[in-house]
């Protein structure tokens, strides 16, 4: 299987508080079995030790058949890395530790994505040297409840605004589900992040299914 590329397609934010009780472990491995390529942790109520254990469980069903990515903490990434789990990367916000910090760390091999919602913040990734960062997470483009801190929403013409500036390829993100492919792609992201239309969805392997399919279909639809 060739290795997926992070900022394409459907990406999944697995986010542990947006499951409907279910297991996160669950959720992931039913995206992944509908042909979901990227999937990210986001654990923000856990402490490290069981973020650790949910990076652990999931990874049983992501290795090698899609990338697995911790949102914002580091460290969690270097453990579950250090006691063999099968994790390719971390994704980091404004607040985080500088990218430049974080490659160092993390290592040249392993995905970094980082979220970047202005001009200001498509210049700074772009000044950073090359392969310091991998993806840009743009957004939010609507209201979502899933992220409290998120930026002003910007919508489908912001994001298309914005992104004519972007310096790397960009995964959309915020409030977005079933019927948003073809307006992301003709905004010009490369991928598109979804939250609750899988975690929360009655049947969340259908639900990511449908998601890819709409992401295939739409990209001939914008082609055209």
């Not at 913040?121 to 979502?144: E, N, Q, S």
Request: net charge neutral; glycine share 12%.
């Amino acid at each position: 299987m060739s290795t997926p590329t992070p900022a394409a397609g459907i990406y999944l934010v697995a986010d542990a508080a947006s499951t409907a009780g279910r297991p996160l472990a669950d959720i992931v491995a039913a995206a992944v079995a509908a042909g979901i390529g990227t999937i990210q942790l986001r654990c923000k109520d856990l402490g490290a030790r069981d973020f650790l254990a949910e990076v652990a469980a999931c990874s049983v069903h992501t290795a090698g058949r899609a990338l697995l990515l911790v949102n914002d903490r580091i460290d969690v990434y270097l453990a579950a890395r250090a006691a063999g789990a099968s994790v390719d990367g971390v994704h980091i916000g404004q607040q985080d530790l500088p990218a430049a910090a974080v490659r160092g760390l993390i290592g040249p091999d392993a995905v970094l994505g980082l979220s970047a919602s202005t001009p200001a913040h498509f210049a700074a990734a772009a000044a950073l040297p090359t392969g310091t960062v991998d993806y840009l997470g743009t957004g939010a483009v609507r209201l979502t409840p899933t992220k409290k801190d998120h930026p002003t929403p910007l919508g489908l013409d912001g994001l298309a605004s914005l992104l004519v500036h972007a310096p790397l390829p960009c995964v959309a993100i915020g409030g977005l589900g079933h019927g948003d492919a073809r307006g992301v792609r003709a905004a010009g992201a490369a991928g598109m992040a979804v939250v609750r239309a899988i975690c929360a969805a009655d049947d969340p392997g259908a639900s990511a299914a449908a998601l890819g399919a709409e992401w295939a279909r739409t990209g001939a639809e914008v082609a055209r």
